[in-house]
């Protein structure tokens, strides 16, 4: 289960930092001036300043190790956009003491951190990653430091969840190009006439429900009670989208005017089907369909075409 | 890029600084105080947001070049050190001003923290010492703010506070075990900051003696104290005289860096009854120390670091830069020295040619009246009674022929007065003497020791003549003998009082007892924090564990640092490991717990998320009548007290009987 | 009074066979003050299950069939200039009734669905500018056909949040079926009777909710919702309302069983019926993942200290 991290002693380094380093040169420092002046008050303090490292040795690693860090779930992205990943801190269950101080994030391989404070922050924590490119992007490692509490040591943890996320293509808008259904190549698709709102078909008694619009005032203004219009009208059609045979350079921006399509269709809740020659997906409606079919848009690879 | 505006963490770390910078401002140059408040105001500013943008760095950089060159100048009059303290401060103030990110942050800290420490050079007294331990204590806690901004104050300081605390015994162990060194290299002392006595003393010039009641020594006595009248502290001989000015000769003092670098030391020969007594100096960054005549060092520590010259002089083989403890044995009886080498007679008869000629005149009428040199000293004595002179702290000034106005003029004056004229008079007549300064008096506490204060400097002469050798006379008892006998606040007069710091204005109220009580026992805390943490030196460490050891051996010694290693150790695990936590949670649902664990040991296990009744229910299937029933009023007990309001007490010792029954059952059901 | 409520769960199982559970869950989701989700296939029983539920409390019952063209106005009523007082005067729809069955939920447009969860929220409904109070006690029973169907409008997790429970009723076994079948005919003819008066029922909810709830259970609570909400295994965690409605059907449940404080049963029991439509994203696929709220119940010990 590599979605959740309870850090502890194998998973934590702890080293001193360039202020820690720098905190030893003037305990050195201090040590050479108060011998050299026989100074106690100042060998006290030198002295004092390096118990002082030593506990913070402690001090910092136990806070690092209250942490516990979760990921949450992400949503999937567009090309060009970030993915936004969740992170959860919390504490080990049962711990009296709370991990305190600020935190930084960072991607392996990425120029930027994020720092967030635990004391005041609320989860989850948002990290981005940029996306340039479709397809399965598995979340880098991610580095986690504190320098809590002064600034003596960097605590730090390398987190590898065990997560990926479809980055779909960037949407390219076009024009629709459905390939509608045919009745005759297709008898099995259903056209059967259903209730809906374009033909009128008939009178009928008012029933609880029945939506005003329909009432026919003439009927009612007539004195014959409260009466019900009925329409009917056929299921809008559905197609298939394709993605035509082309060339290795222009395959991206097919498959973006194909995303644009499958959202636009799903938005107006069409039925349609998706053919990229090596998956088809059949037509169907709904938010499923659409992801299903964008995660097929995603994953796609040009070589299966052919 | 930091945030300037309500950033508590820099707002702290720059009052730490202005209220170091303040606390050293006789240390550093009134305009570096004055760039640091302009720093501090612009902090200021910046967190209440009245002003918003940080200075530019191009301005900045051009006062920094102009600071650094006036600092440059300034520096040929300051010092090394002070050059230093001061360049640190400055470059602090203009990096406080500038302060845009974490690196500058952390930088400014340390500084502040190694500026804290430079305090400790200036200042060592209990009051100084706890003001520059606070400062320290908070640029920790500043940084804990940088680095938890979003803890709450209370929680905050409690944490840094416990941290604080579980360093302190670990310093105090390093402390008191980690080997204690001498000075490695020689240090910058403070130009111009010396304090104490002087080692040149010009009567004339001084309108006003303004006496510090800042502590100069404290002798602690094994025995009986010596008699108001015996307390002569020697500190400094003076033998050169220009007519104006008395300082040490040049010939003694390159006689006795002959002496110091052929490490031949003098001992005087010493009889009689004897005071034996610590002296716990305070920094005076000069060598020169202080004994009652005629002195040698006690024991072999002192012995090691204490010379004495052939004027009785003591001196540290080292700079006293801090708190400097030694013991002597004055042995009050024995008489200077009689013989008088050619050098010395000639070193103690010089004089000027010209200036005072009414002086002049009136010796060598004097001396052709008493031709024998203790009948001379009188007669010189006498004219000290008989004529009318006065002792002030407030002269006139006497730049002309000084002793002349002084003798015949004015006729009134301190110590260094009487003792010049005297000397000169004396050497006018033949008579080999000299000026010594040093303390006299002391006030002497309940515990059997003598606090001598600034106040108490004093200057007297020596005279040497054939039958007696060196001899102490002190002109000023003669004008004003309580001067001698009970200190200087009884000679005072009014306005001259005023000259004297607030300690003394305290000790004038020693009336009150409730006063004179508090008083001493504040003198009390600071002697023993002199002698028992500022004089905590190499050799009392090696006492200590002299003490705490036996013998030192090298092997003891291991032993002693395997020891304090897992002392250390010891501690750390005593504040990191896991405390044991005291289970104040009700018997039954301990009870109900233990009787968990035996099911597991038989086998029964519960399902992480099984809630007790339904597990009851289960171990009912699962076990035999007698054991499920045990069980289920345990359960029950437990449901009673974790989700009903059912009140514990009434079921205490059933929840214990019921346990055992549960052990014997879940036995007989194995067996 | 707890004799009346178990008469009463006793009639309702009698005309709905073999639900005992469900039954339960429906009656202390009632009780609890909440609205009731029945998500199932056509022909389970579900618009019995409510009737026996208004009968048997003597609840005023109204049933709303919910289409695509369903508009507010017509549920909610609509004001209807009369010719003989020369007046607008409001004609209350079907929603002012003490039980209302609103069938097949998700066919209505969001609109529509919209205006039926603010009704059920506030208590109430306005138009023009004219406030109506809807009776009181008020349920809504809403029912949804999980099967994927075109032009349907799954109720966002926003308003799905608004029902305290849903449940739902599966096939009867093989002998409640069988039972049902040979005693239909006696069935049919014979209406429930109320066997609760109504300030019987407000005094039973009532006392609900003051049952006690110890730390120790309100810890397990927030333990299971913390769980939900940092283990990452849910789409969507769950909320302080979830919580609370939590809180209010366990106490009802304990009520139920004749309990004046709550244990971790009574949380567990009623976890699935309150928790699962909430963790779920949409409503789809139920049969697909297994039971997410199983899934919270197994990760987390309700005696951790």
Known sequence: ?306 | MLKAARNSSILLLSGCFIALSVSMFTEILSWILILVLCAFVMRLTLYFEWHKSLPKVRTLNLLALLSGLALAWFSFQLGLLLSMVNLLVMASALKLMLLRNQRDFLQLVATQVFLTACGFIFEQSIAYSLFYTAICLLLLLSLAVYFAPGLQWRTLSKKTAIMILQAAPIAVVLFLVLPKLGPLWQMPSQRGTETGLSDTVTPGDIAELSRSAKLAFRATFEGALPQPQERYWRAVVMEHFDGKTWQTHPTRVAARRQYLNANAEFTPDVSGRSYRYQVIAEPTSQRYLFALDVAIPDGSRSNRQIWQDHSYQLFSRDILHSTFVYNVRSFPETALDDTLFSLERRLNLQRPDKGNPRTREWISELRQQFPVDAEFIRAVQRFFVEQDFRYTLQPETMQENPVDQFLFDKQAGFCAHYASAMAYALRLGGIPARMVAGYQGGEVDNDGYISVYQYDAHAWIEAWTEQRGWVRYDPTALVAPNRVMFGLQNVLSEEDSELVGEPLSLARLSAFPLFNQLRLLLADIDYAWSRWFLGFDQQSQRDMLRELLGELSVQRLMWLSVGTLLGIMALLALFFLPRWQRDTRPREVKAYETALMLLSKHGIERTAHIPPETFSKEVSRLCSAGVAATFARLTRLYINTQYRNGSSAVHERDAKTLLSDLRRQLKQQAS | MQKKINASIDAICRHVIGKQEQVTLAFSCLLANGHLLIEDLPGMGKTTLSHALANVLGLQFSRIQFTSDLLPADMLGVNIFDSNEQAFKFHPGPIFNQLVLADEINRASPKTQSALLEAMEEKQVSLDGQTHSLPSPFFVIGTQNPMHQSGTYPLPESQLDRFLMRIQLGYPDWQAEKLMLSSAQSKTEKALSAVMQLSEFSQAQQAAAQIHSSDAVIDYILRLVTYSRESGKFPNPLSPRASKALLQASRAWAYIHGRDYLVPEDVQAVLPAVAEHRLRSSLTDLHGQGSLSHQLLEAVDPLAA
């Open chain 1, 1 to 306: 289960m590599a979605r959740s991290f309870a850090l502890d002693l194998r998973s934590i380094f702890i080293f001193p930092s360039v202020f820690g380093g720098l905190f030893l040169l003037l305990c050195l420092c201090l040590f050479l001036l108060g011998t050299n002046y026989q100074n106690n008050l100042m060998l006290a303090l030198c002295f004092f300043l390096v118990a002082l490292f030593l506990i913070n040795l402690f001090t910092s690693y136990l806070n690092f190790a209250r942490l516990k860090i979760s990921l949450g779930n992400t949503q999937h992205v567009y090309a060009g956009d970030d993915i936004r990943f969740a992170i959860w801190i919390s504490q080990h269950s049962g711990e009296e003491n709370t991990a305190h101080g600020k935190l930084q994030f960072r991607f392996w391989l990425q120029k930027d951190s994020i720092e967030v404070d635990v004391d005041s922050t609320q989860n989850p924590i948002w990290i981005t990653l940029p996306t340039r490119r479709r397809g399965q992007y598995s979340m880098p490692r991610l580095t986690v430091s504190s320098y809590y509490p002064l600034g003596l040591y960097r605590c730090w943890t390398h987190l590898l969840f065990d997560h990926s996320t479809l980055v779909y293509p960037k949407p390219v808008p076009c024009e629709m190009a459905l390939d509608y259904l045919s009745e005759d190549n297709n008898e099995s698709e259903s056209h059967a006439i259903t209730r809906g709102h374009d033909d009128f078909d008939g009178l009928k008694s008012y029933q609880l429900g029945d939506p005003l619009y329909h009432v026919a005032w003439k009927q009612v203004a007539k004195g014959q009670g409260m009466v019900s219009k009925q329409f009917s009208s056929s299921q809008s059609s559905s197609g298939w989208l394709r993605l035509l045979p082309c060339s290795a350079d222009n395959v991206e921006h097919k498959l973006g005017q194909l995303c644009f399509m499958v959202n636009q269709l799903s938005q107006q809740q069409v039925t349609f089907g998706l053919d990229l020659g090596s998956v088809q997906i059949a037509p169907d409606s709904g938010v499923h369909h659409q992801e299903a079919c964008l995660a097929a848009l995603a994953t796609f690879t040009w070589g299966k075409h052919a």
